[in-house]
């Protein structure tokens, strides 16, 4: 299959590309690599030493035979450029990760949530625009967020996007539908995906587009079959207050020798998912495309669900870390359950890799092994989510 990536440069990204470069499909890499400019910009850089584009697809045709192309290209921007581009590969899917994709990083000033609105939300409109102006058939697969849900229900598990509902019309008749489940985002950046997806339920409806939007949860680890097959291929590892996500970062400040920043009381319940899963979800939606005419098919791609305070005493048993409780600089719930549904991924043939002790050991293994290369000073998360926590007052911690 012919896949152009949006964003192939970046954490998700590139060892996607790798893994449906391996597994024979036509990959061509687009990218603008805004992401290693906001490394430059927070003076964070990828724990890893991720290589340059030139060296990464290299050593990728040295090792596999296989060759990835790979164009730079604002998909934000430049539309003309993302037309023509259609128009000269033709391909068969595009998957879209060309999104800013960090909370903190997107509620940081008014410039960031700017840049962030900007930029996802023109990008993901350009791209549905385009597929529309080329007149091809070509499947998009958008990585989305479980965020999009928010993070409390009422006691039931989280539907894969469609909530049923029973409306009383009268009071002898009730309409029975399905709607997309009310969304309830915790950040400007999740915000963009609630947008996203109004998008897409607009173009799969008027234009009949076929899509899939995978609504993902935090991913840990690093690596993948691919990634680690060489130095040259190795995935970024973010641990900095903006871009580290909780567990990555756990497991970053114990190889360091740095306390376990907990958020609050560290009851926030969250859906996860291993990166070695994640590519192969995106394989298995590239495999399985809706239909023309479907509505938009929505997949919740998460394994498991962990209470973070749990996550960082489980790092602890293991490694010896220490554990902080710090000062939630977001506006979250601090105790919430969360019960996910991800049959359709599992109905599909996907034997999720769940948090184990062999595998938490080999990340912080990993981080021990450029542990030099960390500034301690980019470790606590200073974007803070509104104005008053600013001026220094805790954010009322009611479930949001
Ligand atoms: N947290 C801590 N300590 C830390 C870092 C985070 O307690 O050092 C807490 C946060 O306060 C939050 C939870 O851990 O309650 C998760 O934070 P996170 O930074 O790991 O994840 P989040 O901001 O939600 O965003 C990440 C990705 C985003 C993706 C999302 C999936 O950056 O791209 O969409 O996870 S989900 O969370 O399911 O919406």
Redesign the pocket.
Known sequence: MKVLVLGGDGFCGWPASLHLSDRGDAVTIVDNFSRRRIDEELGAQSLTPIRSMVERRAAWKELSGKQIDVVELDVAQDYQGLKELLDEVRPDAIVHYAEQ????YSMKSAKHKRYTIDNNVNATHNVLCAIVDSGQDIHLVH??????YG?GTAGMAIPEGYLEVRIPVTTDAVVETEILYPTNP??I??MT?VLDQSMFAYYAKNDELRITDL?????WGTNTIQTNLDERLINRFDYD?D????????LM?AAVGYP?????T?G?T???IHIQDMVRCVAIALDNPPQVGERVKIFNQ?TETHR??DL?NLVASITGASVEM?P???K?AQENELLVNNDNFLGLGLEPITLNEGLLREINETAAKYADRADHSR?P?RSVWTAAQQAGVPASVEDH
């Open positions: 994709r960090a909370a903190p990585l989305g967020t479980m965020g999009v993070y915790g950040s950046y999740h995906k609504h993902q949860g935090i991913v207050g871009y580290g996500t909780v567990l990555n970062r756990f400040q376990l920043t907990v958020h609050g560290g926030q969250r859906a996860f998460m973070v305070r960082a710090v939630d600089p977001r979250e470790i998360a």
